[in-house]
């Protein structure tokens, strides 16, 4: 079993800043691809980004492009998901997850593991 622990979310107000956590164990941290997706009351788990095992790729959902950054600190064995000029849109849940895949993972089914979410509030 894999263990994922998120953190960093809370309330900001559109346009501000935050920086979700995910902590995991060394092996899975340098053996697992890794990711980010979000899910808000009544839809489905939406990707957002995922890094690659080695951490030289990443991907983004459209909408998230060019305002959120995925990344991980090796030593620290955590993942980061920098999100920047937030929007009441990105209101959600969000969830980090562990795929043991060569290759980007941007389905849920690509993901084995789950962390428990950390809530993401967006006020206008």
């Known amino acids: 079993q894999v263990q994922l622990v998120e953190s960093g979310g809370g309330t900001v107000q559109a346009g501000g800043s935050l920086r979700l956590s995910c902590a995991a164990e060394?092996?899975?941290?340098?053996?697992?691809?890794m990711g980010w997706f979000r899910q808000a009351p009544g839809t489905e788990r939406e990707f957002v980004a995922a890094?690659?095992?080695?951490?030289?790729?990443?991907s983004y959902g459209d909408a998230v492009k060019g305002r959120f950054t995925i990344s991980k600190d090796v030593a620290k064995s955590t993942m980061y998901l920098e999100m920047n000029s937030l929007k009441p849109d990105d209101t959600a849940v969000y969830y980090c997850g562990a795929a043991l895949t060569m290759r980007l993972p941007t389905q849920v089914n690509d993901y084995e593991f789950w962390g428990q979410g950390t809530q993401v509030t967006v006020s206008s």
């Open positions: 060394a092996r899975t941290f340098s053996g697992y691809a």
């Open positions: 890094v690659s095992f080695r951490g030289g790729l990443t």
